[in-house]
């Protein structure tokens, strides 16, 4: 059974910065592209960035040059670095494993942006 862990959520200042983590189990990790995505209240869930397997990323316009996402295989994790944080970034960050036709989520990390 895939099982998803994230980390490091919290309160932050506008233009600040902060980095999230995801532990991932019970998958050939390597093998699968692993996602952030945000749900803001009274929003849909929405996609913030993707990296393959192979290391191939996908961001979102609105985090493009401001957030960076990466994975560490070995360690079975991946990450998102979150640089020039915006009040509307505040949300939960969700991790996220497509396994085959399957998504697999986290429970969720909350990120506030406020001043």
């Known amino acids: 059974q895939v099982q998803l862990v994230e980390s490091g959520g919290g309160l932050v200042q506008p233009g600040g910065s902060l980095s999230l983590s995801c532990a991932a189990s019970?998958?050939?990790?390597?093998?699968?592209?692993m996602g952030w995505y945000r749900q803001a209240p009274g929003k849909q869930r929405e996609l913030v960035a993707t990296?393959?397997?192979?290391?191939?990323?996908n961001y979102a316009d609105s985090v493009k040059g401001r957030f960076t996402i990466s994975r560490d295989n070995a360690r079975n994790t991946i990450y998102l670095q979150m640089n020039s944080l915006k009040p509307e970034d505040t949300a939960v960050y969700y991790c996220?494993?497509?396994?085959?036709?399957?998504?697999?989520w986290g429970q969720g990390t909350q990120v506030t942006v406020s001043s």
């Open positions: 019970g998958s050939i990790f390597r093998l699968y592209t």
């Open positions: 996220n494993e497509k396994v085959a036709d399957t998504d697999y």
């Open positions: 990296i393959t397997g192979g290391g191939r990323t």
